[in-house]
């Protein structure tokens, strides 16, 4: 995992400050360590979604839909997602996306993707965005089968493109692609989606630990954020996959921190949950239908948070990132919420990413589908959702944390539009550079946001109701234009 047609709608200049205002003290605090002469070496962006094979299926639907057993892995489709989060009622009813545009920020390429995407789309009968572009602003890089790197990142792409397409058929897709994962690329390819204004919504499921970044490169991609965020983007981000650890700067060990770019208050950091929703079942013509009697295919049955061991399917714990950044200060959206020394809290959302209950992805690369598994899974298809908010609202929402966030404190609202997320937690163990476990103490669920799953996972079409009725500083803009009246 880690880094919009033009209706040019700019918030509120009190907005901009408002969050300026809660961020640039760490900011500036951290930056100070480059004029005091510490030396930041390039580090590489790194992706981590994982697979397992998903086998051939059987007309429209695959083994792995069916499994009851706990004990193997568990896939689902769009249709089981959709149903899972409550999306179904939305695309019946006509929004889709339409009309808006989804960024997909990855780096390399998948010389697959377009026969991957339409495999996808024949196999679930999902229609084929209006538009899908590939661009690589920097250059395309050639593609080497033989580097596992490229390869990750050809997975990577695969899993982001089809996952939100899926949530949001009807919007376009535009890839944007950075000439290698490296930060200094992975920022230019990004400037060019906001300079350009590409679309509406910012997908990045990628990261690194935020302390290891160049103070000077997280200045220009806070600013990056900041101009993104005045022209009415929403930006999502994945929160990490090794729970409340990220790599140390050297690469040889873990610690407790956060990761860029999820943490920036202008971003929507996503983490990940382990989703048991009901199975697949197969008619007379191998299409997926309801398993038990007036309960469709992937109805909701309970969430945890995502914290596969070691051994299971990684050599380290696979885990939802969460924790408390040391470079931002709690910005205003998380006021009353995250009581941990006055930092920025992550993540702020969190969808399904476990590996055990994962998504299927065509990777015609490796031959077929996969099921895929990480909070790259998660920054997608909340993608999409923003794109299905923007198209139902009939403008771009561009930044929601205020609204999440207020939300979340009222608890008649919050229990109806998200799913809250009150067991596991994010301590891991990964495997340093002599393949010993090292132990990072990570935060257990709890009721309300917490540094694991954040508020939780939507409650979709309840969800964007209210979305639409929040500004960005979540002030109830249907109570002050009800005052306006009288």
Partial sequence: MRKLAHSRIVIGAASIVMIAAVVVGGLLHFLSAAAAGVTYNSHPVSVNPQREPAGKPTGHVFGCQTQTDPTSIVCYSPEQMRNAYNITPLLKAGITGKGKTVVIIDAYQNPLMVQDLANFDTTFGVAAPP????????????????DANQVGWAGEIALDVQWAHAIA??????????????????????????????????????????????????????????EATSEHMTIFASSGDEGAAQQTCDGNSWTQAASSPASDPYVTSVGATELIASPACRDASMNEIPCKSGEAAGTYESE???????????????????????????????????HHDFQRGVPDVAYNGAIGHGVLVSFLLF????????????????????????????????????ALYTIGHIPPLYHSDFHDIT??????????ANNNLVTVQGFNASRGWDPTTGLGTPNVTNLLALLLRYDHNGNDTSAINQLGKH
Wanted: aromatic share 10%; hydrophobic share 30%.
């Fill in 304 to 338: 945890t948070a995502l914290n596969e061991p070691p051994g299971l399917y990684t050599g380290g714990s696979f885990s939802t990132g969460g924790g408390y950044s040391e470079i931002y200060h709690e910005p205003f959206y998380q006021y009353g919420t995250v």
């Fill in 367 to 402: 031959g077929g589908f996969y099921v895929f598994g990480g909070t790259s899974c998660g920054s997608p298809q909340w993608a999409g959702i923003a794109a299905l908010a923007d198209q139902k609202a009939g403008r771009d929402l561009g930044f929601i944390n205020g």
């Fill in 169 to 226: 058929p009807g919007a376009n897709i535009v890839l944007d692609l950075a000439k290698s994962n490296q930060d200094v690329d992975i920022l230019s390819a990004t400037k060019y989606a906001v300079d350009h204004h590409l679309g509406d919504i910012i997908s990045q499921s990628f990261g690194e630990n935020e302390s290891c970044v160049d103070p000077k490169l997280l200045s220009a991609e806070h600013e990056i954020f900041a």
């Fill in 131 to 146: 538009q899908f572009t590939q661009i690589a602003p920097d250059g395309l890089t050639p593609f080497d089968p033989n």
């Fill in 423 to 432: 067991s596991g937690n994010n301590t891991v163990q990964e495997p340093d």
